[in-house]
Nanobody, 127 residues
Framework: VQLQASGGGLVQAGGSLRLSCAAS????????MGWFRQAPGKEREFVAT????????YYADSVKGRFTISRDNAKNTVYLQVNSLKPEDTAVYYC?????????????????????WGQGTQVTVSS
């Protein structure tokens, strides 16, 4: 399984980016996908997740209303649209994949709940 994240960059506060994560080596529709981020000196934290069918999404409170996760199962790609960026959003953003859960309604928000990880893409927000 390979996850290739892209789309990061340097942006001013209030700006937007669209992060992409292209997946290969897996049956994409059998996987829940997530985005996490890690700032220097901090632990990796949950950002957003989307179910295998795109039927459900869930966000960290810190990004709710500003970030949107989506997926295109035909392209084996998950996206994270990040709007109204703040300096505290500065971090390396990682996409992650895990076989879809069989537990109805269960939401994966912890790093250990994901088996596969991409290499990360840097997002830097200047004030």
């Amino acid at each position: 399984v390979q996850l290739q994240a892209s789309g990061g960059g340097l942006v001013q506060a209030g700006g937007s980016l669209r992060l992409s994560c292209a997946a290969s080596g897996l049956i994409f529709t059998s996987y829940d996908m997530g985005w996490f981020r890690q700032a220097p000196g901090k632990e990796r934290e949950f950002v957003a997740t989307i179910s295998w069918s795109a039927g459900s999404t869930y966000y960290a409170d810190s990004v709710k209303g500003r970030f949107t996760i989506s997926r295109d199962n035909a392209k084996n790609t998950v996206y994270l649209q990040v709007n109204s960026l703040k300096p505290e959003d500065t971090a390396v953003y990682y996409c992650a994949a895990d076989p879809r859960t069989s537990v109805l309604g269960y939401i994966k928000t912890r790093p250990y709940e994901y088996n596969y990880w991409g290499q990360g893409t840097q997002v830097t927000v200047s004030s």
